[in-house]
């Protein structure tokens, strides 16, 4: 499989604290890689630096390099927003723009940036929202205020403005932690569908969500990349010591 | 039962202070506004919102040019003072970060401190000298220098209550920074923007210090913006002290009309206040 995103020596720095340290590795293209690891082992940072959004961090500093398709998206010339565009993110707790309906919500990555042709603002939303199994739950209500949906809605919506935009990369922070077991089936199998065309990268505490969704799985350790691999052997015949620790339960 | 009853009547003559409290705060301000209304209520009429005022031995008249001059004096003062006010606030929370941001927060809060006197007088080094004259854009300066840090302080406030969940799902799709800011997060602070402006533009409409040595008054029409203009509070503090009754007569009017105006300016930003939090 071809690399789609690469990490050369990846440090991310906040203050004096050194989150991140010296991560090396690859993303394959059109599969699902878990990263997973104890609170504060800086899985969710490295997820973020890979749509640039430790930008707007004060006090964040991010060496080494991350690379898209083998082009630097730390390099100077680089837009950080032309970057967001191909590499789109879902977050933790569901975030709809609580101002806008459901229609708006998935057209918003458009309708923020300027105006947007109607007919074809139509299609995008049926489309994306077909994508994410949540078009017959909301066909008839599509100028709803997004918030009436269900938690588990909010977040098959916020998938569905994220690939609205056309990303080619899907950045997701613990996508299913803030929804009950049938949403986050939900999710799941929703993963599963969208490796065929994006090349997902999820970060999750849930280890047998780990187990379920991915291909590849790494696990981070105190902003150290332990070990990476295939999902299977990683849980089956992990290497490293600290990888078979915390898979089994011992700590975090 | 005797120590319950004993509470009971504790609570009860606490209860009493409080409400004797309170009615010490309200009475001075119904009290003014009966007076007020006392006074000024049978010389409104509509010559009062028509004409100017006559000359001396002559009765009649009306503060027409001090109701145009005060709308001339904040619309010019809104101008300069919520651009400001709201960009100086979204570099704040959106842009800024670090000393710099605190020192200009600072500033702010000494700007909102300092007698508005004051500002009338730097406005007056600064425009009046130079423009050799007294002028309305003076004025309407002083009264921005007033605007500014209650509109910046308010929106900084508002902004910072947008969560910034909202700001990253705006980012990760791809929108720059400065439309995230314009149309998700100043749009989700936007009633308790409005309310902070609304409730600046009271605080300036009833300013008269400022405006003695900028905007310094004027019997009649002003032409141009900038030849001296007038206001009501400036009309209703010279007419007052002047010796005829006709002008004590206007000067209550000219005082109620302007109580009223910042009444329902404090009752619009409280509505937009209250429409905030019923939610979204």
């Given amino acids: 499989m071809n690399a789609k995103v690469q990490l050369e020596n990846l440090n991310v720095h906040f203050g004096k604290n050194h989150a991140v340290k010296n991560a090396t590795m690859d993303f394959s293209a059109n599969s699902v890689t878990a990263i997973i690891g104890p609170s504060g082992c800086g899985k969710s940072t490295v997820l973020r630096s890979l749509n640039r959004m430790h930008d707007l961090t004060p006090g964040s500093k991010v060496s080494g390099r991350v690379s898209l398709d083998g082009m630097d998206i730390y390099d100077r010339g680089i837009d950080p927003v032309a970057i967001r565009r191909r590499v789109g993110m879902v977050f933790q707790k569901p975030n709809p723009f609580p101002a806008m309906s459901i229609h708006d919500n998935v057209i918003a990555g458009y309708k923020l940036n300027g105006r947007v042709n109607r007919a074809e603002a139509d299609e995008i939303v049926e489309s994306s929202l077909k994508r994410v199994a949540l078009w017959d739950e909301v066909k008839d209500r599509l100028r709803a205020n997004a918030m009436e949906l269900s938690g588990g809605q909010q977040q098959r919506l916020c998938i569905a403005r994220t690939i609205a935009v056309k990303p080619e990369v899907i950045l997701m922070d613990e996508p299913a932690s803030a929804l009950d077991p049938l949403s986050t089936l939900k999710i799941e199998e929703l993963i599963e569908e969208l490796k065929e065309k994006y090349t997902i990268i999820i970060v999750t505490h849930n280890m047998q969500q780990a187990a379920r969704v991915s291909d590849i799985t790494a696990f981070f350790y105190l902003g150290e990349l332990i070990e990476s691999g295939e999902t299977k052997k990683i849980f089956t015949n992990p290497e490293k010591r600290q990888t078979e620790d915390y898979i089994t339960g011992r700590f975090g | ?280």
């Fill in chain 2, 1 to 280: 039962m005797t120590v319950l009853a004993w509470r009971k009547g504790k609570s009860a003559g606490m209860t009493l202070l409080m409400a004797l409290f309170t009615l010490a705060v309200l009475i001075p301000l119904v009290l003014i506004f009966i007076h007020i209304i006392k006074m000024g209520f049978s010389s409104i009429n509509l010559d009062f919102f028509l004409q100017i005022p006559k000359p001396t031995g002559e009765t009649g008249g009306g503060m027409a040019n001090g109701l145009a001059g005060s709308a001339i004096l904040i619309t010019l003062a809104s101008l300069l003072g919520i651009p400001v006010g709201i960009f100086g606030a979204i570099y704040l929370t959106e842009y800024g970060g670090g000393r710099f941001s605190d020192l200009i927060r600072f500033c702010a809060d000494v700007l909102s401190g300092i007698p508005s006197i004051i500002t009338g007088m730097v406005a007056y080094t600064l425009l009046v000298v130079p423009l050799k004259g007294f002028s309305a854009l003076a004025g309407a300066f002083a009264l921005s220098l007033i605007m500014i840090p209650i509109v910046l302080r308010t929106t900084e406030e508002q902004l910072k209550l947008v969560p910034g969940t909202l700001r990253e799902a705006s980012l990760a799709l791809g929108i720059p920074l400065w439309r995230t800011t314009l149309k998700v997060t100043l749009r989700s602070a936007l009633t308790g923007v409005i309310t902070g402006i609304l409730l600046s533009i009271a605080r300036v409409a009833g300013e008269t210090a400022p405006l003695l040595f900028t905007a310094l008054g004027n019997q009649f029409w002003s032409r141009k913006l900038t030849e001296p203009i007038a206001a009501m509070p400036l009309q209703i503090f010279s007419f007052a002290i002047s010796p005829y009754d006709d002008w004590h007569r206007l000067a209550w009017a000219g005082a109620l009309v302007l109580v009223t105006i910042m009444f329902g300016l404090s009752l619009a930003a409280r509505y937009f206040g209250r429409s905030r939090q019923s939610g979204n």
